[in-house]
């Protein structure tokens, strides 16, 4: 049986980064663009915190021209990865920052999708 899943989240407008996203928010919902931004936006840091890259290159098949010779020469796009600590495990320690990255990312999707 097939059933339809709702997540709820909120931002605080008193903090003038999370109030610019809310703002992004209400235009991605006026262009009816909001759920399929929010998909692919949580699949992208997914896999790219796995080390992968695929959703990246699906959602912006221009990026290896833009990257240069590397990619024009079709050899993978490689980065270094931390290290794995005892379980095998890549330990991801999310950036300290004000969320504005965040607020840039939505911004040139948003942008993208215009």
């Known amino acids: 049986m097939a059933y339809r899943v709702q997540h709820r989240f909120w931002f605080d407008v008193d903090k003038p980064d999370e109030a610019a996203l ?9 262009a009816r663009k909001f759920q399929t931004t929010i998909r692919d936006g949580i699949r992208l ?19 290896p021209a833009a990257l240069g010779a590397q990619a024009r020469d079709s ?24 969320g504005e990255s965040a607020l840039n990312f939505l911004d040139s999707a948003f942008k993208l999708i215009q």
């Open 75 to 98: 050899r993978p796009i490689t980065t270094a990865l931390p290290p794995a600590n005892d379980d095998g495990l890549i330990v991801v320690k999310p950036a300290a920052s004000n």
């Open 45 to 63: 840091v997914s896999e790219l915190q796995q080390g992968r890259v695929g959703a990246l290159l699906e959602l912006y098949p221009w990026l």
């Open 22 to 30: 809310n703002d992004l928010t209400v235009d991605l919902k006026r």
